[in-house]
Antibody, heavy 120, light 107 residues
Framework: QVQLQESGPGLVKPSETLSLTCAVS?????????WGWIRQPPGKGLEWIGS???????YYNPSLKSRVTISVDTSKNQFSLKLSSVTAADTAVYYC?????????????WGQGTLVTVSS | SSELTQDPAVSVALGQTVRITCQGD??????ASWYQQKPGQAPVLVIY???NRPSGIPDRFSGSSSGNTASLTITGAQAEDEADYYC??????????FGGGTKLTVL
């Protein structure tokens, strides 16, 4: 059974880079189709941040593309998110998820989420 | 346009049937997936593909699609179904999209 766990700093200063890692257990990350990051600001809806495919290809939300990097570390069975030049608007619960399917696709399972607050 | 639109809130009487809809141009070409999210919890996949339920999801949940609209139907809604529901799909550029979410109240 695949399990995902996000980790990283819970507090990031404005203008700095947010860095999170998603550890995958119960499954080789190399066998996955794609892996994704999704966030949810407090009291608001879900926002897709980006995905990385088994081929290494990445897709990013156009509204975040200039600031986002997603990478995979197969040796550690984990993938990572970097979001640069953060502001208070980046305060959110960040989720990582296992992606499947090509005609639409879906995310399952999800990690429990980690709250990242941007504040000085 | 690359957007998915959901009604912000829907209510249903206990035991009755409710349909939650998701509209968007991308749905003419791609399936929607549906997620249930309860307060303080991560989203859980309830419907994916044409109309598939992950293991453990009750069969009162079903999905359908017509034109630019995807629907999640709960037949015989239970109190535990009260939650936020989000649709998700892709656009032609390969980007994922989420709807704004629908808050379901079971009366």
């Amino acid at each position: 059974q695949v399990q995902l766990q996000e980790s990283g700093p819970g507090l990031v200063k404005p203008s700095e880079t947010l860095s999170l890692t998603c550890a995958v257990s119960g499954y080789s990350i190399s066998s996955g189709y794609y892996w994704g990051w999704i966030r949810q600001p407090p009291g608001k809806g879900l926002e897709w941040i980006g995905s990385i495919y088994h081929s290494g290809s990445t897709y990013y939300n156009p509204s975040l593309k200039s600031r986002v990097t997603i990478s995979v570390d197969t040796s550690k069975n984990q993938f990572s998110l970097k979001l640069s030049s953060v502001t208070a608007a980046d305060t959110a619960v960040y989720y990582c998820a296992d992606g499947s399917g090509s005609k639409g696709g879906w995310f399952d399972p999800w990690g429990q989420g980690t709250l990242v607050t941007v504040s000085s | 346009s690359s957007e998915l639109t959901q009604d912000p809130a829907v209510s249903v009487a206990l035991g009755q049937t409710v349909r939650i809809t998701c509209q968007g141009d991308s749905l003419r070409s791609y399936y929607a997936s549906w997620y249930q999210q309860k307060p303080g919890q991560a989203p859980v996949l309830v419907i994916y593909g044409k109309n598939n339920r992950p293991s453990g999801i009750p069969d009162r949940f079903s999905g359908s699609s017509s034109g630019n609209t995807a629907s999640l139907t709960i037949t015989g809604a239970q109190a535990e179904d009260e939650a936020d529901y989000y649709c998700n799909s892709r656009d032609s550029s390969g980007n994922h999209l989420f709807g704004g979410g629908t808050k379901l109240t079971v009366l």
